[in-house]
């Protein structure tokens, strides 16, 4: 496999950022699932989101270095007007140049967009989607409380393509209550007949506060068991690979060239600003939240209050490092760690990726550190805590 080479894997925390992630809260109903900084919003209130989100833009240090990669997450930012989503867009490009080839993603749901307002996003400068599909079966759909169905997924990606958007991507949620490795399979089948250029899959987690985490413990029917959320997961790798999908990384698959780059910085521990409600930023070797209510965001951006936070400790930048870099398939350069944190904490790191060589979860050869999927990215939490335990004596 070639791994790519234009982006250093763990760079310096101090680098100016080359990407920003855009927060919109707005939904037009809560999924079961979700615990996002999210809430319904009228066109009024989201306008007036509009305008503070641009203001808080405008608060950022003018940059000549480009941006590489923009995210429009949430929430769900389809929700925004073609109209309102260019002029976030000029007020970030009047305050950090855009490259050439920067990708600018949306999230959007089906039911949300139309052909029309498609275009508009395109012409706005967005050149890549990514479709919240969760599944192919109408009584799943209705149990996460999604508000489109199958049908709206057809129509959403019909619609895509004529509005010339052929960079999408769509997400598949597994371990949903009651479905079947069956069900599973058809939804895999579905998205491969489509053939999208990138696909996401998502293990449902049980947070507490959402109405899943009222109705159901982990591990209790109608959940899935752990085998057979394992099992959703081989099997996906065997539907994706036969397909011609890369497995770059633990929950992500993509045709050659179409990998999420936006998505890339977190895994390589870049940095980026995190604008909008809610949003998460790492600038300066500083990791920062936006406040989580909106009363508190307004209140936060009226007054011209930059996130404040403490400059990460370097243990705590290795933690964060391998946890993220080990995602990727290519996984890490021992190099490049060494040159970072220093050949003693990487020599920890060494022997405790090596003990698991054996077993066949990781590997540590040609100067990298890597987990071998798919059992390494299987036990990586169990692999992430020894690491963490190790780092912390």
Not at 29 to 48: K, N, Q, S, V
Not at 218 to 235: F, H, I, K, N
Not at 364 to 385: A, D, H, K, Y
Request: hydrophobic fraction near 40%.
């Amino acid at each position: 496999m070639n791994f790519p080479s234009q982006t250093a894997i763990a760079p310096s925390p101090f680098a100016p950022p080359e990407a920003a992630y855009l927060h919109i809260p707005f939904c037009r109903r809560r999924c079961h699932y979700c615990d996002f900084a999210t809430g319904r919003g009228t066109p009024e209130l989201i306008e007036r989101y509009v305008r503070a989100l641009c203001r808080q833009i405008q608060q950022l240090s003018c940059s000549s270095l480009p941006l590489q990669t923009i995210f429009f997450g949430g929430g769900t930012p389809s929700l925004l007007s073609p109209q309102q989503l260019q002029q976030i867009l000029r007020v970030l490009e009047q305050r950090q140049p855009f490259a050439p080839d920067i990708e600018i993603s949306l999230e959007a749901n089906p039911g949300t967009v139309d052909r029309p307002q498609l275009a508009g996003y395109r012409e706005a400068g967005v050149n890549r989607i990514s479709l919240g599909v969760q599944a192919f079966q109408a009584e799943l759909l209705a149990a996460c409380g999604r508000l489109h169905g199958v049908e709206e997924v057809f129509r959403a990606i019909e619609d895509l393509r004529a509005a010339g958007f052929e960079n999408f991507s769509l997400d598949l949620m597994f371990g949903l209550p009651e479905q079947t490795l069956e069900q599973w399979q058809a939804s895999l089948d579905a998205v491969v007949a489509i053939a999208p250029r990138h696909v996401s899959l998502y293990d449902l987690t049980i947070e507490a506060g959402t109405r899943f985490g009222r109705l159901y413990q982990p591990g209790d029917a109608p959940l899935p068991s752990d085998a057979e959320t394992v099992q959703m997961y081989r099997m996906a790798i065997a539907t994706l690979a036969i397909a011609g999908y890369d497995h770059y990384e633990i929950s992500n698959f993509a045709r050659a060239g179409a990998q999420c780059r936006h998505n890339r910085v977190y895994w390589e521990n870049r940095s980026y600003h995190g604008l909008g409600m809610g949003a998460t930023g790492y600038v300066n070797g500083r990791r920062y939240e936006q406040p989580r209510n909106l009363a508190d965001y307004f209140q936060v951006v009226t007054t011209g209050q930059l996130p404040t936070a403490p400059v990460t400790p370097s243990a705590d930048r290795l933690v964060d490092t391998l946890m993220l870099g080990l995602r990727l398939r290519e996984g890490l350069s021992i190099s490049q760690l060494e040159n970072l944190f220093g050949s003693e904490a990487i020599a920890i790191v060494l022997e405790i990726l090596q003990s698991y060589g054996d077993r066949g979860w990781a590997s540590v050869s040609q100067g990298r550190l890597q987990l071998v999927p798919p059992e390494g990215w299987l036990f990586s939490n169990t692999i992430l805590v020894e690491l963490m335990a190790a780092l912390s004596d």
